[in-house]
């Protein structure tokens, strides 16, 4: 059974910095992209970044880039999400997920391309 764990959200000032952990289990890590995604209230769930297990390509949404770092550790089949300069439209429920089929030289960034998703880790940025 596909299973996905994040944790590390919390409450934090603009500017701030978090770190937020995917832990994965149930299939083999290597093989499939994992992503993060992130749902305001009364917004639709967008993607924020998505990593390539097997080849460690990455993919941001522009909101986040040069602010995020997403990143793999394949022994610990546990993906991070490091967010520095946060701002308070950063503020939603982040999730991560994985997809149910390899892709080769092709990183998924949608959330309809993903088939597994974590509960999900509150994260609130105050001004």
């Known amino acids: 059974e596909v299973q996905l764990v994040e944790s590390g959200g919390g409450l934090v000032q603009a500017g701030g910095s978090l770190r937020l952990s995917c832990a994965a289990s149930g299939f083999t890590f290597d093989d499939y992209a994992i992503g993060w995604f992130r749902q305001a209230p009364g917004k639709e769930r967008e993607g924020v970044s998505c990593?390539?297990?097997?080849?460690?390509?990455?993919v941001y949404a522009d909101s986040v880039k040069g602010r995020f770092t997403i990143s793999s550790d394949n022994a610990k089949n546990t993906v991070y999400l490091q967010m520095n300069s946060l701002k308070p439209e950063d503020t939603a429920v982040y999730y991560c997920?994985?997809?149910?089929?390899?892709?080769?030289?092709?990183?998924?960034?949608?959330?309809?391309?993903?088939?597994?998703w974590g509960q999900g880790t509150q994260v609130t940025v105050s001004s």
């Open positions: 990593i390539s297990s097997s080849d460690g390509s990455t």
């Open positions: 997920a994985t997809v149910s089929k390899k892709y080769s030289d092709y990183v998924p960034r949608a959330p309809y391309e993903y088939d597994y």
